[in-house]
């Protein structure tokens, strides 16, 4: 995805400079939203058992033996994934009281050359929406609020345009409030220390997406809003009611609000992908994420999160049931999310998941409550792929010795006129626009705006995307043609797809290097700054162009014409004015993508 991300950075340690940029949001946006499928698949229906009690929270795992026969191959699949040289992940593999694995791979510090520890804090990013959404439960326990309470009861400044938005809208990310990370205004403000109040005055003029309940979209503006209803319910500060009430109870050692100023023992550092390498994490306050997204941790004192939510240590039983009860939009449609957990299936086995990421970290966590199985991968590259979730679903496949994902066909299962079937211009409901094209006897999808993805068949008319097993099944109508599809994107309602008349468009062929096109080539190489913390870094390798945005992969781009180059892994274009003399450099260029332009200027 190029698109400027919708999140801040941070370095390690209070080193500013110019990094990356990634989301402490579910990584929708970087996934589904933009056609390369990343998140979890495969629905799971109505509430989730938490599991068995247990009379008390556990101890930290002790660290784990030599790796066994039965988890040599998913030690040796981490170590690959995660070079010793390199930013890297610590991961816990729990199952009952049985550690399977508890190890760090790679540096914590690359500059000074530390590995990390299974004891390595990291910014766990959205992981923190359910300790949020655990003070909210905890505060209604104790009947300080109720969950259909209006948020004017406690914020009575907030405007709701005369719509009647409740605690439980924000809690399953119905409420339609706008979310201030994808505000352009937001990101002039990243790196200062706000007032919860400060980044409120970003979205309470705004207008509603949506009219309450109506649908489902991730808002982080919506757990921003829980941290200061906790606040006013509470009598304390966000951080400090964490403290007292959740991590200090439960044992959690670790487990704290992040800050760039305090020691915190054990702190990795963050890194994003730059060029070849790797770069600090760039600065950012972390006044920002708040109850969104402000926790740091460890995957000892995960584990003990995870145990308490077998028992009744800190909630009740009945609180606990509705903490993994997945909410509905008004249609009766479930959203698969709600109180910070997303509700899916891996081969027969209800899971509950989260993943994380901010500036420099992305993390993940996992369970499989009917086999007391808990998958916990925290890694300090904000870049890496595969992501941490997609990580957490392999490791937990292998763990239980199932398939990943449901058997896709062999090859040639499906005939060229089937697939042909298939072709064309699909509409959502919101007029976001996927083409599915077929490429011999395969069939990719593809966002508007977005990756292109191959689409692998499970049967006749179901398919699973290529990266993880999210479905599209087509449908017929009486006549048996190929009519529309549903989009099951494992989070949120099922997407349903009108198939339109319109043809999908050719796709789009470079022209060839003439002499004149070759001597402009060097002089559009170089860094432009798109957006705060977000930079296209332009490389050349003979007449060939490369694009790097920050934090994410480089990719070619193939020229349309002496000014304008397209790239064929995402539906954008960067056009480069004014074209330079010979022997001269651009100035900017401008990214064109998903109906918008965004120019960004050469850097020093």
């Not at 009598?235 to 964490?242: L, N, T």
């Not at 009486?478 to 198939?499: E, F, T, Y």
């Not at 432009?528 to 934090?551: H, K, P, S, W």
Request: hydrophobic share 40%; proline share 9%.
């Amino acid at each position: 995805m190029l698109t400027p991300p919708s999140e801040a950075i941070r370095p390690c340690p209070r080193r500013q400079g110019r990094g990356s940029a990634l989301p402490w949001c579910l990584l929708l946006a970087a996934g589904l939203a933009v056609g390369a499928v990343r998140l979890e698949a495969a629905p799971a229906a109505g509430a989730t058992s938490p599991g068995a009690p247990a009379a008390k929270p556990a101890p930290s795992p002790s660290p784990s033996p030599s790796p066994s026969p039965s988890n040599t191959a998913l030690d040796a699949m981490l170590a690959a994934a995660y070079p010793t040289e390199r930013p890297g992940a610590v991961v816990l593999v729990k199952r009952g009281d049985k550690v399977l694995l508890r190890k760090g791979y790679g540096l914590a510090n690359l500059e000074l050359g530390v590995p990390l520890q299974p004891e390595s804090v990291f910014e766990i990013g959205s992981i923190t929406k359910q300790f949020t959404a655990a003070g909210i439960l905890l505060l209604a326990e104790r009947g300080r609020l109720r969950l259909d309470d209006e948020i004017t009861r406690y914020l009575p400044d907030f405007p709701t345009h005369g719509k009647k938005i409740t605690i439980q809208h924000l809690l399953t990310h119905t409420s339609g409030i706008a979310d201030y990370t994808h505000l352009p205004e937001w990101a002039a403000h990243m790196r200062e220390d706000l007032a919860p109040s400060a980044i409120v005055a970003l979205i309470k003029d705004k207008p509603l997406d949506f009219a309450p309940g109506e649908r489902w979209a991730y808002d982080n503006s919506g757990y921003f809003l829980l941290g200061m209803v906790i606040e006013k319910a509470g009598g304390k500060s966000y951080a400090q009611f964490m403290m007292d009430e959740i991590f200090r109870p439960l044992g959690m050692k670790s487990t704290r609000y992040g800050s760039n100023k305090d020691l915190i023992p054990h702190r990795a550092c963050g890194y994003e992908p730059a060029g070849d390498g790797f770069a600090n994490a760039e600065y950012h306050s972390m006044t920002q994420p708040y109850a969104a997204g402000a926790l740091v941790s460890d995957v000892d004192d995960l584990a003990i999160w995870d145990r308490a939510l077998y028992g009744e240590s800190l909630l009740s039983k009945e609180t606990l049931a509705r903490m993994f009860t997945a909410g509905q939009v008004s249609s009766g449609a479930s959203t698969r999310y709600a109180n910070g957990w997303v509700f899916g299936e891996l081969a027969g086995h209800a899971v509950v998941w989260h993943n994380g990421g901010i500036p420099g970290f992305a993390t993940a966590l996992l369970r499989v409550p009917d086999q007391r199985l808990l998958v916990v991968v925290l890694s300090n590259d904000g870049g890496h792929e595969p992501p941490p979730h997609t990580m957490a679903r392999r490791i937990a496949a292998q763990a239980l010795g199932v398939p990943e994902r449901p058997p896709t066909l062999p090859a040639g299962a499906l005939d060229t006129a089937t697939l042909d079937g298939y072709v064309g211009v699909y509409v959502d409901q919101e007029k976001v626009v996927r083409t599915v094209r077929r490429e011999g006897g395969r069939l990719f999808a593809q966002r508007r705006g977005g990756e292109k993805a191959e689409l692998l068949p499970i049967a006749r008319d179901r398919f699973v995307y290529e990266d993880v097993p999210a479905q599209l099944a087509f449908q017929r109508d009486a006549q048996g043609r190929v009519s529309g599809a549903l989009l099951d994107r494992g989070i949120g309602p099922d997407l349903a797809l009108r198939k339109s008349d319109e043809a999908p468009p050719a796709e789009r062929q470079a022209i060839a290097v003439s002499p004149a096109l070759a001597a402009l080539l060097e002089g559009y190489t170089g860094s432009y700054e798109v957006a705060a913390g977000f930079v296209l870094t332009i490389t050349r390798a003979g007449d060939r162009l490369f694009l790097q945005a920050t934090g994410q992969p480089k990719f070619e781009i193939f020229p349309a014409s002496e000014t304008v180059f397209f790239l064929k892994v995402v539906d954008a274009e960067i056009e480069f004015t004014p074209a330079p003399t010979p022997g001269g450099r651009s100035p900017r260029l401008v990214l064109h993508q998903g109906g918008r332009d965004l120019p960004g200027q050469r850097m020093p």
